[in-house]
């Protein structure tokens, strides 16, 4: 009797909790870069991490990297881990990017993640605005971040004089105006 009171103890405890999912016992999870993160270079590394439990272990690996005009994948074969750590490392193309992880176990399951990513080009930056008198020196600061360097440099002063040192121009203005110099 007292096991029959304890089998069906047993089952109610069961019943009472949800049902798992047997994909609970693999998982893949991009942790960065974030979901819909912008770019301004376009060399990236991407870091996943595959986890197993319960008994299951990870023996396949793949990613697929999807852009505007193509597309380029990878996979491999892991011995029998529970968990695996790894890197993609891209260069990626304008506009958006889709990066999509799989890893299956020996006992057949399957675990996906996948984010998109946005590349934006270079970006430069002219610090302004910037004010002075007719005949008065005015120093530029500006920076530059992404790309491919080493980059090229062309201040335009708004006033058809252009300079193309790296940093710090100085520009002497002929006219008392407003101008919005551009990198």
Known sequence: MKMLLAF???ISLLASYPVFSADLGVDVEIKEPEDGAVFHQRNVSIYCIATSCCGDRLVYWEWKWIWNNGSYNESGKLDFLT???FYINISLYPDWNIIEVKV????GLVASDEITIYYDGPL???DGPYEGKAGEEIKFY???YGGKKPYTWKWDFGDGAC????MLPIHISRKETIRLSSL
């Open 8 to 10: 069906f103890t047993m």
């Open 83 to 85: 968990k695996y750590e």
């Open 104 to 107: 299956k176990s020996n006992r």
């Open 124 to 126: 430069a930056i002219a």
């Open 142 to 144: 500006g920076s530059a």
């Open 163 to 166: 300079a193309y040192e790296k």
